[in-house]
């Protein structure tokens, strides 16, 4: 740990490749115990933060450090003190559950005089007891994240980084293993997701929004939901939902609109006017409608108005 | 719902793989114009339903219709009448936007006469006019994608079958990815989506939510909400933690969960609760900033299925 207690900190990180940013000046500090989110989209620089989190890639500018250590000068020391699980859990298939936690007891230099107990415990976790001799590929996916993660931290490490450790996963097996995260997270283990799901990012502690190498956005999930989106959001609940799209778009003070099943969201202005044009233009429409009311955003909403003023114009958006 | 007033029919279909049985008995049916989602997690036979119903899987039993043609008894003629986009369309990456499209117009037998203006209408819906001459490898993965929907709509097809379209997508492509959809079913077009993500499923007109191959509910999100007994309150906190330990026994909470900076509590009736919980947190002296009733996700009701289910079995 770091004399003032935080077990990961980030300060003015800057990766570049080339003449392309992957990561611009971000900052940010994590404290043992917490769950945290590193949340964006595919390349807006998630997976290059924590390879240097990892110390497997040098930064360009700015300081990291985790564990206390720094991920330029120890990369090393900095490999010993986390757990990496990833949303390819890297579990060898052809390999017996018993066999895996083996390997990686010995990957990741467990002491041997308590090589036995750890694996024990391991199998514990992941619920896997009287199954050690299954072969990790026929276990379904729920066995096999949690598998990976009792592999991740049979060394104890005091951080640990998930990427996406729960797409794809069915949702019971899901709310197992953040369960298990939590319990982790009370023992003081902090715990550092990335992910570009919501539903991921919604069980984090705090979560550190990033788009397109910045950092957006830093705060509880509540604290995003409630400060993101200036104006309100409106649910909108009529018939004719097509026609009624291209007639609240027209309307001034109608910043957004969003399809969501039967219903619309809008993200409109603070303005008791917005709410009577929405009425007044349906109406004259012959649209009827249900229900219009305003609704707390989620956090999809949240990342959407936070990235909107950032977002590409359409002649930029091409790979980088 | 009749064969003839139904954009797809499902009734009793089994599909076997070794070992497994993917679907068991399944059925339900679309509407025409109806964006119906077929929800579960991997292995729950989302896949395999769908390409039963592209007629590219023959079913062991059951039958399936699309556009009112029998699947499994004449999949060729449900190929012109539907387009399916499988997880990995097969885009071509050193040929452009237009080379891409020509392609599959080729392939679907679509008219040279007709195609430019196909083209350029979906080619303007979907925003990627001006790129028709970038190859398809230098687009971004929002845009591949929203080329693939082109390609697979090129034909004009009454049914377009989606397989997981959104997956890894960001949540801004996403909405323009959905907001084409909802544009599409406006000109007539039937769309099967099938998905991973529960709360993509909120954004479907009906979902069939797919378990181990079987079908725990098929309705509109609204009525499966109404469905779940009971509601879900918020306490956020920044003591979260404590509350979760210390409020799992109190009256009326069947089960909690901690979501971030938040719990939820799993009550039989919410009004009397939150009165009783609020009470509970300023006995505790344990700091909150709210506490409210919130609106079951797909996925509270999932788990909450999925649990009784697995209640039942232990049962018997």
Known sequence: MTANGNSVEVEELVKRFGDFTAVDRISFQSRPGEVFGLLGPNGSGKSTTIRILCGLLHPSAG?????????????????????????KFSLYGDLTVLENLRFYSGMYGVERSVVQERIGWGLEMAGLRGRESSLTRDLSGGWKQRLALGCAVLHRPPIVFLDEPTSGVDPLSRRLFWELIQRMSDDGVTIFVTTHYMDEAEYCNRLALMYRGSLVALGTPTELKLNSIE?????????RLGDAIGRVRAIKGVRDVAVFGNALHLVVSDDADVVSAIQMALEADRIVIARLQQIRPSLEDAFVALTAGRRALPSEAIAQ | MDERLAAVTVSGLVKDFPGVRAIDHLSFEVAHNEIFGIVGPDGAGKTTTMR????VLAPDSGHATVAGCDVARDPEAVKHLISYMPQRFGLYEDLSVDENIRFYADLFGVRRIDREARASELLTACGIREFRTRLAGKLSGGMKQKLGLVCALIHTPQVLLLDEPTNGVDPVSRREFWAMLYTLVGQGVTIVNSTAYLDEAERCHRIALLYEGRLLFCDTPAKLKAQMPGAVVAIVSARARQVRDDFADADGVSSLVLVGDAVHLFVDDPDRRIRELTQRLDAHHIPYSEIVRVTPTIEDLFVEAVRGEGAREAGQ
Do not use: F, H
Not at chain 1, 231 to 239: A, I
């Open chain 1, 231 to 239: 104006g309100s959001l409106l649910l909108l609940e009529c018939d």
């Open chain 1, 63 to 87: 300081r990291a450090t985790v564990a206390g250590y720094d991920v330029v000068k120890s990369p090393e020391l900095i490999r010993r003190n986390i757990g990496y699980m990833s949303q």
């Open chain 2, 52 to 55: 039963i119903l592209a007629g």
